[in-house]
């Protein structure tokens, strides 16, 4: 069963503009949510996580996210894009007693414009 | 900071090799993962662990096998190596007492000949 849904695999905005990248969980239990970040050839660093104790969750580079329980999102958002932001971004949710696992989305690729 | 070092950025092999991917890490994580990413397709767990010689099978896991000896260390290892395993490998390693994020190591690519 899917448990994280990432809408649009590719984004494409200007620099300057906002940036809002989408992600949708299933969980049956009070999830930990994370957005990580990864740019060309290498691994995945971690932007952010939702731990329940905050539901907007300030991150690395600007970034933010916003937990809503009642529409089961964890959307990824910057106020301004700037070229350096341009890479892949992958949502992720752990749910209830995995053994640490996380469920990973299939990523969307953010380009930014000049 | 946690580093988890993978052994080799890029790695070609032949067909019918056996190959060994190797993944440390420095700050006594309990649980290590390896993961496979090809495009399209995101990250799919392959093996993970959670304590000294102990193992689950993730989602793909036909194909390899692991080997965790030592809690730093966790190898995975291609059998038999087939063209449908080129791909990138990330190992990531975490703990409880750090909420479940992941480390990341900074991957392996490689390529089946």
């Known amino acids: 069963a899917q448990s994280v849904t990432q809408l649009g695999s590719h984004v494409s905005v200007s620099e300057g503009a906002l940036v809002l990248l989408r992600c949708n969980y299933s969980?049956?239990?009070?999830?930990?949510l994370f957005w990580y970040v990864q740019y060309p050839n290498q691994g995945l660093q971690l932007l952010l996580k939702?731990?329940?104790?905050?539901?907007l969750v300030k991150g690395i580079n600007g970034f933010e996210a916003e937990f809503k329980k009642s529409e089961t999102s964890f959307h990824l958002t910057k106020p301004s894009a700037h070229m350096s932001d341009a890479a892949e971004y992958f949502c992720a949710v752990r749910r209830g007693s995995t053994l640490g696992r996380l469920y990973f989305g299939r990523g969307t690729q953010l380009t930014v414009w000049p | 900071d946690v580093k988890v070092t993978q052994s080799s950025r890029y790695l070609v092999k032949r067909t019918g090799e056996k190959v060994f991917l190797e993944c440390v890490q420095d700050m006594d994580h309990e649980n290590m993962f390896w993961y496979r990413q090809d495009p399209g397709l995101g990250l799919r767990l392959i093996y993970f662990?959670?304590?000294?010689?102990?193992?689950e099978k993730g989602d793909i896991p036909e194909g390899y096998s692991v080997s965790r000896e030592k809690k730093e260390r966790f190898s995975l290892i291609l059998e038999s190596a087939s063209t449908n395993q080129t791909s990138m490998y990330l190992c990531a390693s975490t703990s409880p007492q750090i909420g479940y994020g992941y480390t990341f190591g900074s991957g392996t690519r490689l390529t089946v000949v």
């Open positions: 662990s959670y304590d000294v010689k102990m193992k």
């Open positions: 969980s049956s239990v009070p999830p930990y």
């Open positions: 939702y731990t329940s104790a905050a539901t």
